[in-house]
């Protein structure tokens, strides 16, 4: 695939190879931003290395099926549907049961290697068992984490699986694009999974907020928003913030299509931005905020806190690299 020029997205008028690496580098922090699920990674299940029973109870399928399901939700997706063909007790349970899919745990390595960089091998099989247990399990969908499918060569899918996203209740929803091209257009779709608590996405175009989005959107449970090497503009933050009543972690990484970042949210309680590229960051109007970070400052920044009476944390802070103004209480 050939490599497209990279704009204000990641860096201007950069070699390929220079593009290669920073993009990488990305992705590996991405990825470590990423929340880890509560799921267990296997180890061996050989019925031979298990302790020996007498009469052959089965203790565990008399548990209540509340029980069985949390503990099926809890394995990869993989050895979870396996469970179904143990008892004709645990037949229905993986059905039943929060889904929880991590794309990775669909590796034969189940991820160990870390995050699939420019220029590794695309695992194919991986997107046709992402549709595959999208579509025949019913939800709800408790977590489900798509870090490693090429999403150009897979659009018309996109909008589908956002689709069974919203309509089975996604709560967690880590969302990454495998570059190129590292800024695809992320359908509108997002906007209809209103049952989101967590969502993280990783190398989009965020969609047009100042455009045809539907007027009902809103996601009244979101309260952890990431948003890496996004293409993004100031009104998109404003819309998000608006649309998010109970918001409390915003982190922004990646260099942005704006200069100055305006935060105003009723509920907003920690703002963290990795790498600063924000020539200007204003807190307007942020009652609950507490804490304001940033790790390193690529530019000189100017911070203008308005209103935020808990502020307590604000770093880090350089001499000659920041000025500070404080307006409000």
Not at 5 to 18: H, K, L, N, Q
Not at 241 to 246: A, D, I, M, Q, T
């Amino acid at each position: 695939m050939d490599e497209p020029c990279v704009g204000t997205s990641m860096t201007e008028f950069a070699r390929p190879d220079d593009v290669k690496s920073m993009t990488n580098f990305e992705i590996g922090r991405t990825c470590q931003c990423i929340p880890d699920p509560l799921i267990s990674i296997p180890g061996p299940l050989s019925l031979s290395s298990a302790p020996w029973i007498p009469h052959g109870a089965d203790r565990i399928s008399c548990l209540p099926d509340a029980i069985l399901r949390n503990i099926v939700a809890r394995l990869p997706p993989k050895d979870a549907a396996r469970t179904a063909v143990l008892a004709s007790r645990w037949r229905p349970l993986w059905r039943s049961a929060p889904l929880v899919l991590i794309d990775t745990h669909l590796l034969p390595d189940y991820g160990a290697r870390g995050p699939l960089i420019v220029g590794a091998r695309y695992p194919r099989a991986v997107t046709d068992a992402v549709s595959r247990i999208l579509a025949t399990h019913p939800g709800p969908f408790r977590c489900v984490h798509l870090t490693c499918s090429v999403m150009d060569e897979h659009q018309d899918e996109l909008e589908s699986w956002l689709d069974i996203l919203a309509a089975k209740g996604v709560q967690e929803l880590v969302f990454v694009n495998r570059p190129w091209p590292i800024d695809l257009d992320l359908p509108a779709t997002i906007f209809r999974c209103t049952s989101l608590v967590r969502l993280y996405l990783g190398f989009w175009r965020f969609p047009n907020t100042d455009g045809a989005i539907p007027r009902p959107a809103a996601f009244p449970n979101l309260r952890e928003l990431f948003l890496s090497c996004t293409t993004v503009n100031e009104w998109d933050i404003a819309f998000m913030l608006e649309k998010s009543p109970v918001l409390e972690l915003l982190m922004i990484s990646g260099r942005p299509a704006f200069s100055t970042l305006h935060l105003a949210s009723d509920s907003l309680r920690c703002v963290l931005i990795p790498v600063t590229f924000f020539d200007e960051i204003v807190v307007v109007n942020c009652p609950r905020l507490e804490r304001l970070c940033q790790c390193a400052f690529v530019i000189p920044t100017k911070l203008t806190i308005g209103h935020a009476p808990k502020l307590c944390i604000l770093g880090y802070l350089k001499a000659g690299r920041n000025t500070i103004s404080v307006v409000g209480n």
